[in-house]
């Protein structure tokens, strides 16, 4: 399976990949170089703590690589009245008659809990491309399923604090 990313999220990970390599990366030898200084490597928690975080910075590196390798690049573009990526829209749920704030992007800036919905999510599939008013409903399962009104569409594009997600 691709990834789907926009040239933003390209330029992020491009940006993480080279501030890890040139910074972090130096940072992590000089504290495994500090940590094996201190003697006997065979009780030196230091001197393992130092290589896991090395270790680790070197997975994430080779992780967005792959992703950027392996990436469907998709448009932010979407008509001025319809829900695409990286805009915020309002919507009524009509079995909970609650209404809801939630922000379409990929699925490498999905954060439930700032109300950023994947547009691979079942809510996000099935909201994308519609217009305000439209009444859609959302298939979660076989079994269960439930009907969104879009209530407003906000093109607000992307956000400065938007993260690339690891896992």
Avoid at 66 to 80: G, H, L, N
Avoid at 86 to 110: H, P, S
Avoid at 160 to 167: M, P, Q
């Amino acid at each position: 399976m691709y990834n789907q990313l926009t040239k933003s999220d390209i330029q992020k990970m491009e940006e993480e990949i080279e501030h890890r390599k040139c910074v972090v990366r130096k940072q992590l030898l000089e504290h495994v170089k500090e940590a094996r200084a201190q003697g006997d490597l065979s009780e030196n928690f230091e001197y393992y703590a130092a290589k896991k975080e090395k270790n680790r910075n070197e997975s994430r590196i080779r992780y967005l690589e792959r992703m950027i390798k392996t990436a469907k690049i998709v448009s932010e573009e979407s008509k001025e009245d319809e829900v695409g990526l990286n805009n915020t829209v309002i919507l009524y749920f009509e079995e909970d008659k609650e209404v809801e704030t939630y922000k379409v992007v990929t699925t490498m800036r999905e954060d439930i809990l700032n109300n950023k919905i994947s547009k691979e999510s079942p809510l996000g599939r099935a909201i994308f491309g519609h217009k305000v008013n439209d009444r859609v409903f959302v298939k979660v399962n076989d079994q269960y399923g439930y009907y969104v009104v879009i209530q407003e569409i906000q093109k607000t594009g992307e956000e400065e604090g938007d993260t690339i997600r690891s896992f």
